[in-house]
């Protein structure tokens, strides 16, 4: 009897070692999140190669509020007419490059229900 009792709590010791193994194991796969993020971002990236590029005209630039006024012309894939307008500027940096009577060429798109300012160079 105790022999058996001492083969047993050998064999509940090695269970538990191997299940505390697994468990570790376990714990280890949602430590990948870097997987995701970076898929996303490869996404983000694909999205804005292939906006259309936009002429304009910048007319203010608002840094504080981190918005700028364009008169653009049409931008198809707003279906958007050409008008003067403020856009929400995707980076804030985006507008230290740009003040008011400049020609830029610019991409847009909808971002949260805000139409946005993804990229902005100077010239046509
Ligand atoms: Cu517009």
């Known amino acids: 009897m105790k022999r058996r009792f001492a083969a047993s709590a050998a064999m509940l010791t090695l269970i538990f070692l191997s299940g505390a193994a697994m468990a570790g194991a376990a714990a280890d796969k949602p430590m990948d999140p870097a997987m995701h993020g970076g898929a996303a971002e490869k996404a983000g990236a694909t999205t804005a190669v292939t906006l259309p590029s936009v002429s ?3 007319t203010k630039v608002d840094e504080a509020a981190g918005k700028i006024s364009i008169d653009h012309q ?3 894939n707003l279906s958007m007419d050409a008008m003067t307008m403020v856009f929400k500027a995707a980076d804030p940096a985006l507008l230290k490059a740009a ?3 400049d020609a830029v060429t610019f991409t847009a798109d909808k971002v949260n229900g805000q139409l946005t300012v ?3 160079k100077k010239g046509k």
Do not use: E, F, S, Y
């Open 74 to 76: 049409a931008i198809p």
């Open 56 to 58: 304009g005209t910048v």
């Open 99 to 101: 003040k008011p009577g």
């Open 118 to 120: 993804m990229t902005l």
